[in-house]
């Protein structure tokens, strides 16, 4: 495998993980379709999308994963042929490149907290209590209860967006969280 390959299946994954942390997103397909057309020049051509997400709006958006260097003019092609043929069925068509690489970072590191089986609905109800106002991510940890067993709680409640924190920069212990809908 090549190194590009490589790094292409890593945005790939990336970008993934960004859909499914995406609370509007209710289902993701990968390689969804294969599209085929005749080029100018009489040549059959196709192109298989990276990801279709289906929104909980009904609206879907198609997604192909390649970095700005790695887009060769054959590619765009493709890439602008998707796009109209998207805009044909009404759906929407993103061209994305790399990721964030802290935002990334964050994501992946709540993603191993998306499972229920770290919801405990008492610590959930004392976070939220704890995070309708602002504060900072250990030391609400803390007001609740011992930070071992609050911290796994409070990140799933991060992964499910019940409780919020910009992303955009390291996660730290002094992150500030605050409950969705608390300004």
Known sequence: MSRHVGYESWLERDH???LDFDSTVVGIASQPFRLR???EADKQVSHVPDYLARRAD???T???CRRVERRPPRDVAKFDATDRACGLVGWTYRLVGAVDVIEAGNVRWLAGYRHPRYRALATVAELRQVFDSPGALVAGAQAVGDPIAVLPVLFHLLWSHELVTDLSVPLTEDSLVRTAGAR
């Open 62 to 64: 198609v997604v192909d």
């Open 58 to 60: 009904g609206s879907v």
């Open 16 to 18: 993934l993980m960004l």
């Open 37 to 39: 057309w005749r080029d």
